[in-house]
């Protein structure tokens, strides 16, 4: 009996082992049309250097605004090559976010991605980047998340949508994650939006999987909205990446250990209860 209880252990796990995958995305266009930047994953991280790509937007260039640093260096722009633009922070120095934009126009219609990417060295806090206007229709975060920290599914945060530095009332906000998960808010009289990010991850990832991924889950999204203006179309998203709930993998964590506590507790009841026929048939 102790052989067959092992062996019905191991289906469950192996079944368990299948599950704790989240899904690899592929190409980004699979899960939303809203234009991105994303980093270039094919290049090494630098301190104070990065490679954004610009996607579903045919942009030319890469503009980067400083929070702090040499005029000159609070709004640069950077050429978009085969490997995306490579920025740079404003000085070795000045580190903590910096926000990128990439934008294309016609006279009929302008497109912007919009990006916040944090360079590891310190550097002043991002509320008078965010604060200034960089261009016409802007989803704003408020705030952005602190130094290691990320958005977290499950959590509500406010992002500020305003046209020409004004805000906007009652303007849809529509919110879309590489899982699937597509969702519309709308900003109250201030221009302020409470996004409610979804609990789409999938399962937590085996031990051997969390060691190989060298650091904590993140999966991408999107916040998007457009508006028309002057006979002209406005369409503007700004991307980031957010992370599962930090309880849901420690809840996973308690159930499996709770449960395989269980088994092995009932394992005396079963070796009594195949012992009890063999002993009244000795007796």
């Known amino acids: 009996m102790r052989r067959f209880a092992l062996l019905l252990l191991i289906p469950v796990g192996a079944a368990h082992a299948q599950h704790d995958h989240a899904p690899t995305p592929t190409a980004a266009r699979e899960w939303t049309r809203q234009p991105l930047l994303l980093p270039d994953t094919n290049r090494r991280g630098e301190r104070a250097m990065a490679s954004l790509r610009p996607l579903g937007l045919a942009a030319d260039k890469v503009t980067l605004y400083a929070p702090a640093g040499p005029a000159e260096r609070r709004r640069v722009d950077y050429a978009v090559g085969a490997a995306g633009a490579r920025i740079e922070s404003a000085t070795p120095q000045v580190g903590n976010y910096h926000w990128a934009v990439a934008r294309v126009e016609t006279p009929e219609a302008v497109r912007v991605a919009s990006t916040a990417w944090y360079f590891g060295n310190p550097g002043p806090a991002p509320q008078a980047l965010l604060g200034a206007a960089k261009h016409e229709l802007e989803i704003v975060p408020e705030p952005l998340p602190r130094e290691h920290a990320a958005y977290r599914e499950s959590e509500k945060w406010r992002f500020l949508v305003r046209l020409n530095g004004v805000p906007l009332a009652q303007q849809p906000l529509t919110l ?56 002209r179309r406005y369409l503007t998203a700004f991307n980031l990446t957010y992370g599962p709930d930090a309880d849901r993998d420690r809840s996973l964590a308690w159930g499996a250990a709770f449960g395989l506590v269980g088994m092995l507790a009932a394992t005396p009841l079963l070796r009594r209860r195949v012992a009890a026929p063999g002993d009244a048939k000795n007796a």
């Open 176 to 231: 879309e994650t590489e899982f699937g998960s597509r969702t519309t808010f709308v900003s109250d009289a201030t221009g302020m939006a409470t996004v409610l990010f979804p609990r789409d991850f999938k399962p937590a990832q085996t031990t051997a999987d969390a060691r190989a991924s060298h650091g904590p889950r993140r999966a991408n999204f999107v916040l998007s909205t457009e508006k028309e203006d002057g006979g």
